[in-house]
Structures are given as structure tokens and as C-alpha cells.
């Protein structure tokens, strides 16, 4: 399963890799990083062929998650991607914003990442 | 009184004609070789009479000086004559008592003398003296008196003198039919004389009339009339009041290229005669008229040319003019916040000479329009409430002028209307005789009628009244509750934008924090696997690792104790003690804290710090700490967005940032201290210069920066009664404004 993350905080990559380092051992679960919007949509284009799991921020500098979440499912890729949208702002605005535009799961932060973990074997 | 003194000034100009300075030098020559005591003090009153039109103060001494010396020789008429002179220069230093004086001594010695033209010219002098006064109704009786001398001595010189002067008090109290019998009475006989020059100031003062009366066609003929005239006589000063008057005229019937046309012919005319007034107002007629074109360009650029010319002149009204203009320039391209300030100004200044005019009128509800575009709702209703009733005043003049009016014909076939006029006085005087005492007892009835239903409608209009006055005052008080409501409510959303923002920003560091704590825990137990099997290598890897996870760790503790520490900082404001501040010793300290801050953050930092600050600027009553925080933020932002232009851009850039301190006026009208902080980054684009204020708002990296810096400076500014803005365009720099009442 390929996952991509997209967010601007540097210490993400290095919190994923720590807590998924079984799963990236086995090679059960490969990751990708990406720190913008921008960065994430050319590593999509890029990897089109291969189905990606996306679990992206949504408060970023430049393009925010929102706006990569719209972009993604505007772009009918098939099968259409899976987006996990993970932020700090859990407010109901917020949720119900990533919804309307087709986000398939939202977790807040500080991430549990037991959850987390469930919901991924879950999908794979 | 301004235009009296102008109509009046036009009037007197013929004689201004002789006070070109060769008619001095001339006089001159001419007292050199004068034989007697009487002859020269005579030539000299005349050199007087020539200072009046170019010195007041040289005439006002010489004049004085020959009054004693014709009181030393007991010339009784040079003295009186002097005097009578001499009135006109203190009437025109607005010195009124020195006047009525020399007023009254002129007339005994007149009186005493018998001397009947010197009479009719101090009667005369006493309607200047009161006309300038704006007592017109004085001013009328005395130039009745001196017309009825002059008729019976025969002097018809000085009874057409008397007629065009008499009509100029008439005119200022909207009598526009005795005035304009006067005038026709005075063209009558200029005409018969061929005097060019008296027919140019008596056309423009007729075309002004007809203005004044709304007679359009038969205003623009006279005004036509009035341009032919000064051309013959050559005297462009008429000629000039003339292409002003029409260019008027024009912008009300809506010809629009014809307004224009005379408005840049009387610009070109008063920039020859060097009338920096005229020519301020002849700009702003054109750009008014460009203005209605929609020539948006052409507009701006005369009605600039305007506000110079006009600032130059210090003319009230020609600024107030200008400046309006502007403001509605700026209106019609719906740039509402850039046409206050012009508003403002132009009120400023005429705000001792203020009189309730219709263009007033229309400006405040404009500018009331503005507030309203922009939020100021308070501004606007008190704008609004001032174009009101001056548009009710207005009206209520207007409804008395057609009252009084009503039925007067002003059409004046001059030769054969005085016949016939002379004709109909002498019947009407014996039939009036007959029917006098019948008419006078049906009269009386329908008086008595007349009354009984005035009174009847008055009680009926004031109930009225007093409804609608009610009506309103209830709207008022309901705007005043919903603004208070709105203030309130303004206040609680930015108490909850705060709390919710430390509550979600909070997690960001959470995050980090509780996870890789929780890692770590895990890599201790598998150092612990690793060491009972004795792979040692193994160990120290993850040890390594926990290392580095604890200082992360720590890293987004201090995050975190950052974000909630801006957020007591903003709470607390307002505890500390407000004491007289020295603000430019204030700023050069906290100048230099904010670069050595910045300095020890990063060595290589390099940046151009300029200082202006305006000497004598007064002690202020302020928290020094919480301005000096204000004014940290300010200096860290601007020294951030250099360092950060410096570091994507070329070589070439210099990092430059200024700090001003300067005293102004607000457009407000208090005084207070303005301090800047300019720099030479990238600027701020308009989406983001919106909510610079608002908490939490940063464009700063995660972790640089808390979003709190200016939303608690904007808070401290506002606590010191204070404004603090923000000007800047994307690319070129930005000025963060900050303004102290003193």
C-alpha cells in the first residue's frame, strides 16, 4: 500500500516513519512525503498508475488542504484516490467542508495513531 | 460679504484703471511743480485715492499725514474729502470703527459747507461701509439718500454711479427686481454715453441676476454681452467673471463641452492677470464638467492642477471646491475610502466661512454615501442629518423667493417700459385716489380671512411636524441600540476567535509531543530486547533515536508554552500605569532592541536602519511597555520581511527599514503623534493585508510565528485611543502607520 502525506510541519516525515517502522519494515505500508499542495498534486500526477492512499493536512502555507482535496477529485482518477484529511481545526465547519468536497475520512490532532493504523489495514 | 466686496470692488475697478503705478508717477510730477498749499494737498488726496487700489496700509499713512497737514492750514474741504477716502481703506481693513468716525466728520463738514456733491459722495460711502457689513437694508437707505441728491442737483454722473451701486445691496438680499431696474436704469444711460467699460460691468452684473433668478437663456445672452464689452474696453478681469459665470450656466443646462470650454478660458484669463483664486476655480469647473463626461482621466488631472492651485491661493472656498470635486471623482469610480479624506478637507475649510449652499449640502450627503460604503455608519448618519437641513433650509428659502416673486415680469423693454411705467404712475395715482377707501375695506375682510386660514394651517403643518420629528428620533435611538449591539457582538467574536484559536493551534505541538513520547516508550523497551540479546549496535541506533525524539519533544513544549503565552500577552493589556512618555527616545530604544534581537537570532543578518524623528514633539500620556510591544512587532515584521526578500532575491537588494516620528492633525482635527515603519520587502497582497489584525493570523511558517503580534498591537493602539494602519502594494514595501492623540 503506497501512502502519501502531505504536510508543511517537517517533523511529520519523522514521526511516521517512527511509528510505522514495522509496517514499513515489511513492506507492508510504503510512504511518501510531501511538505505543500503544490508538491503533492505533481508526485499524483507522477505516480497516476499506482493507487495512493492521501492523508493530508489542512492548514498550509500556499494551497491549503481543501483546496488539494477539491483538486484531487476533480481530476476522476481511476480508481479515485482515497483522502484522509488531518488537521488541527476539528471545528464542524471545518468537517463538514472537507466532506462537501469528498474527503473520505477526517482525524484530528494529536493523531491516534492506533486509529490511524486500524483505518489503513481496514482499506488495504 | 465676500461677494459684496467683490461686486463692490468690480464697481470701483474704472477708477482702478488710474492706479497703474505711471498715474503715481505722473501725480507725482505734477505735485513737484504745485504752487499752492490747497492745490497739492488736492493732488495729493488723489495719489490717495490711487494707493486705495494697491496699498491700503501706504494710503491709510500718507492720507493721515495730509489730514494734519490740512488742518494746519484749515482746509476744511481737503481734510473732509481725505477723510471720506480714507473710509474705504478701513472699511476694507475691516477696521469699522476708524469708518463710522471719519464717516461722521465728513458729513458735518459737508453738512456745514453746503456742500452738496461731497454729501451725495458720503451718503454713498455710507452704503459701502454698511453693504460690507452685510447691513443691506442701511446700506440701500443711504444710497437712496445720495441717488436723490444727485437726481435733484441734476448730476447725472453721479445719479447712474448711484444706480449701479444701489442695485448690489438689492441683489445680496434677493430684491432681483429692484436690482435689475437699477441696472437697466444705469445701462440706459452708460449706453447713451458709449461707455464701454461701465456696459462690460453692468452686462456681467445683469447675467448674474438673470442667474440668480434661474432665466437661463436671457442670463447667458447678458453674460455673451458682457464678454463683447470688456473685449472693446479691454479689461479682462470682466471678461473673466464672465467665461466663470457662463461656464456655470452651461453645467446646469447640461452642455457639458461648453462649460468646459469657458471654464479653461477663464483658467487661461486668470493665469494671465496672475488670479490664482479664479484659476483654481475655473480648474475644478472644468474638471467638474470632465467630470460629468465621465473623462475619469482628464478629470483627475484638472481637478489635481485644482487642489494646487487652490492650496497655493489659500482661498476656503476655491479648496473647498477642488477638494470636492475630488472626492467625487473618487465616488464615481466607487473608491469610497479614498474620497473621505477629500470630503474631510474640503469642509475643513470652509468651516468658519460655512453658509448652507446647495453644492454643501449635496457634498455632505456624498460624503455621508462614503461612510456608509465603508462601514462608518456613525459618520454617516451625522452627514447625513447636516446635508438634511440644509437642503430644509434651502428649500424653505426657496419657497419664500418664489412667494415674493411670483408674477414679477423681469422682462425690461428699457425706452418704451419707462414710458409706459411714467404713464401708468399717473393714472394709478388718481385712480387709486378714488378707490382707495373701498379697496382698503376689502382688503381688510380678506386679511382678516387670510389670517383666520394661515393660522388654521400652521396649527395643521406644526402637528405634523412634530409627528415626523417623533418618527425620527425614534430611528435614531434604535440605530444607536443596534450600533452598541454591534460593537458588543464585534467584541465577544474576537474573544471567541481567540479562545477557539489557542485551542486548535494548540494541538499542532500536541501532536508531535504525544506521539513521540509515546514512540520513545516503545524504543525503550526495544533498547531493552536489544541489549538482553546483545546486539549493542542495535542499542545505540535507537538511543540515537530517542535522543533526537526527546529534543523534538522539547522543541514543540516551547511551541506550545510560546502559543499560550501570546495569548496572556493579549489578555493582559491594560494593566500597566499610563505615564509622559518621550516617544522619540521611546522608539530609538526600542529600535535598537528589535535589531539586536535580531542580530543575535541571526549573525548574518544585515539591514539599512534609518531614523527620522521631528524635533519638539511633545510628552505623551502612554504605557510605555505596551507601546514599546507595539512597536517591537512592528520592527520584528518589517525585519522579517526584508530578511526574507533578501533571501530569494538577487544580490542587489539592500534590506532598508525606516522609523519616523512626526507630529500631525488628524483629519478629525486632534493633534497627534504619527510614527512609521516603512520597509523594502515584499509587501503585503490585499487578501492578506485584510485580516493582519485579526488573531492568529499569520503568513509566517508553522512554529515562526503566533498570529498575535498585530492583533495585540491593534489592541494596545485602540486602548490609547490611537489608529494604527497599514499601507503597502505587493512587491514595493510596506508602511505600517501607527498614530497616538497627544
Known amino acids: ?20 517502522r514495522k509496517e514499513i519494515r515489511s513492506g507492508e505500508m510504503i510512504f511518501a512525503f510531501a511538505s505543500s499542495g503544490e508538491e503533492a498534486l505533481e508526485y499524483i500526477s507522477i505516480n497516476m498508475h499506482n493507487s495512493v492512499l492521501i492523508l493530508s493536512d489542512i492548514n498550509m502555507p500556499g494551497m491549503s488542504g481543501l483546496e488539494l482535496l477539491k483538486k484531487i477529485k476533480q481530476q476522476h482518477l481511476k480508481p479515485p484516490p482515497f483522502v484522509m484529511m488531518l488537521t488541527a481545526y476539528g471545528d464542524a465547519e471545518n468537517y463538514s467542508a472537507a466532506m462537501q468536497l469528498g474527503a473520505d475520512d477526517f482525524l484530528t490532532k494529536p493523531l491516534d495513531f492506533i486509529v490511524l493504523k486500524d483505518k489503513l489495514k481496514k482499506i488495504a | 460679504m465676500k461677494r459684496f466686496f467683490l461686486t463692490v470692488f468690480i464697481g470701483m475697478l474704472p477708477l482702478s484703471l488710474y492706479a497703474q ?33 494697491i496699498n491700503l496700509d501706504s ?29 474705504a481703506s478701513y472699511c476694507f481693513k475691516g477696521d469699522y470703527s476708524k469708518a463710522r468716525q471719519y464717516l461722521q466728520e465728513t458729513q458735518q463738514v459737508y453738512t456745514s459747507l453746503k456742500d452738496t456733491v461731497g454729501l451725495i459722495k458720503t451718503y454713498s460711502s455710507y452704503g459701502m461701509f454698511y453693504g460690507m457689513q452685510t447691513i443691506y437694508d442701511s446700506s440701500v437707505i443711504f444710497y437712496q439718500q445720495s441717488i436723490k441728491l444727485a437726481e435733484l442737483i441734476k448730476d447725472e454722473k453721479l445719479a447712474n454711479r448711484g444706480y449701479q451701486n444701489i442695485a448690489i445691496p ?26 464701454d467699460n461701465s456696459l462690460a460691468y453692468l452686462w456681467l452684473n445683469i447675467g448674474i441676476t438673470y442667474m440668480a433668478i434661474f432665466d437661463t437663456a436671457r442670463a447667458e445672452n447678458s453674460l455673451l454681452k458682457a464678454i463683447d464689452f470688456s473685449r472693446k474696453a479691454g479689461i479682462q478681469n470682466v471678461e473673466l467673471y464672465a467665461c466663470s459665470n457662463l461656464s456655470n450656466l452651461y453645467a446646469k443646462k447640461d452642455s457639458l463641452e461648453k462649460s468646459y470650454d469657458y471654464a479653461m478660458r477663464s483658467v487661461a484669463l486668470s493665469e494671465s492677470m496672475g488670479d490664482l483664486g479664479m484659476k483654481a476655480a475655473g480648474l475644478s469647473k472644468a474638471a467638474s464638467a470632465r467630470l460629468s463626461q465621465k473623462k475619469m482621466e482628464e478629470a483627475e488631472m484638472l481637478v489635481r492642477n485644482a487642489i494646487r492651485v487652490a492650496d497655493s491661493a489659500a482661498q476656503p472656498l476655491n479648496i473647498f471646491q477642488a477638494n470636492i470635486i475630488m472626492g467625487r471623482l473618487h465616488l464615481t469610480r466607487q473608491q469610497y475610502a479614498a474620497a473621505i479624506p477629500y470630503y474631510e478637507k474640503a469642509f475643513a475649510a470652509i468651516e468658519n466661512t460655512q453658509e448652507g449652499e446647495e453644492t ?39 419657497n419664500v423667493r418664489r412667494a415674493t416673486e411670483l408674477g414679477m415680469s423681469y422682462e425690461f423693454e428699457k425706452k418704451q417700459q419707462l414710458q409706459d411705467a411714467e404713464k401708468k404712475r399717473h393714472d394709478a395715482v388718481t385712480a387709486a385716489r378714488q378707490s382707495a377707501l373701498s379697496i382698503g375695506l376689502v382688503l381688510a375682510f380678506l386679511l382678516a380671512l387670510l389670517a383666520f386660514y394661515a393660522y388654521k394651517n400652521k396649527q395643521k403643518a406644526n402637528l405634523l411636524l412634530e409627528k415626523q420629528k417623533q418618527e425620527i428620533e425614534n430611528t435614531l435611538n434604535e440605530l444607536r441600540i443596534t450600533q452598541r449591539q454591534l460593537v458588543q ?45 546483545g546486539d549493542t549496535g542495535e542499542a545505540l541506533d535507537i ?6 525524539n526527546s529534543q523534538k519533544i522539547a522543541h514543540h513544549g516551547k511551541r506550545a508554552d510560546g502559543i499560550v503565552k501570546g495569548m496572556l500577552q493579549h489578555s493582559r493589556t491594560g494593566t500597566g500605569q499610563k505615564e509622559l512618555t518621550d516617544i522619540n527616545k521611546l522608539v530609538d530604544e526600542y529600535t535598537r532592541l528589535s535589531y539586536h534581537g535580531m542580530r543575535a537570532k541571526d549573525k548574518n543578518f544585515q539591514v539599512k536602519l534609518l531614523t527620522e524623528f521631528e524635533d519638539g514633539i511633545p510628552a505623551i500620556s502612554i504605557v510605555p511597555q505596551d507601546i514599546g510591544r507595539v512597536l517591537l512587532n512592528l520592527l520584528g515584521n518589517a525585519f522579517y520581511a526584508v530578511a526574507e526578500k533578501k533571501r530569494l532575491s538577487s544580490a542587489e537588494f539592500e534590506p532598508t527599514v525606516v522609523v519616523t516620528t512626526k507630529k500631525i492633525t488628524h483629519s478629525n482635527g486632534t493633534p497627534m503623534i504619527e510614527i512609521a515603519v516603512k520597509d523594502n520587502g515584499n509587501g503585503v497582497p490585499a487578501h492578506v493585508a485584510e485580516k493582519i489584525f485579526q488573531p492568529f493570523f499569520t503568513t509566517k511558517p508553522t512554529g515562526q510565528g503566533t498570529g498575535l503580534g498585530l492583533s495585540l498591537s491593534y489592541d494596545i493602539v485602540k486602548l490609547h485611543n490611537g489608529f494604527i494602519d497599514l499601507q503597502t502594494k505587493e512587491g514595493e514595501g510596506a508602511i505600517f502607520v501607527l498614530q497616538l492623540p497627544v
Request: with cysteine.
Open chain 2, 360 to 398: 454643501t449640502g449635496v457634498a455632505y450627503s456624498e460624503l455621508s454615501l462614503c461612510y456608509e460604503e465603508t462601514g462608518n455608519y456613525k459618520a454617516a448618519l451625522s452627514y447625513h442629518k447636516l446635508a438634511t437641513n440644509i437642503m430644509d433650509s434651502l428649500r424653505n428659502k426657496e
Open chain 2, 543 to 548: 538511543t540515537a533515536d530517542i535522543k533526537q
Open chain 2, 59 to 87: 494710503a491709510i499713512s500718507l492720507g493721515s499725514r495730509i489730514i494734519a497737514e490740512a488742518q494746519v492750514i484749515n482746509y476744511r474741504k481737503g481734510e473732509a474729502a481725505l477723510k471720506r477716502l480714507l473710509v
Open chain 2, 21 to 53: 503705478s505711471p498715474v503715481i508717477d505722473s501725480l507725482n510730477r505734477l505735485l513737484a511743480k504745485a504752487k499752492t498749499d490747497t492745490s497739492r494737498i488736492n493732488l495729493l488726496a488723489e495719489k490717495v485715492s490711487a494707493l486705495n487700489e
Open chain 1, 1 to 20: 500500500m503506497k501512502i502519501l502525506v502531505v504536510d508543511d510541519e517537517p517533523d511529520v516525515k519523522s514521526l511516521f516513519e517512527q511509528r510505522f
Open chain 2, 170 to 195: 438689492y441683489q445680496m438680499q434677493s430684491k432681483h427686481a429692484q436690482a435689475m431696474s437699477y441696472f437697466q436704469k444705469a445701462l440706459a444711460y452708460f449706453e447713451k454715453k458709449k461707455d
Open chain 2, 489 to 533: 457582538a464585534e467584541k465577544m467574536a474576537s474573544l471567541g476567535e481567540l479562545t477557539a484559536g489557542i485551542a486548535h493551534e494548540i494541538q499542532n505541538p500536541l501532536n508531535f509531543i504525544n506521539n513521540f513520547a509515546e514512540v520513545n516508550e516503545e524504543l525503550a523497551d526495544e533498547v531493552l530486547v536489544a541489549l538482553k540479546a
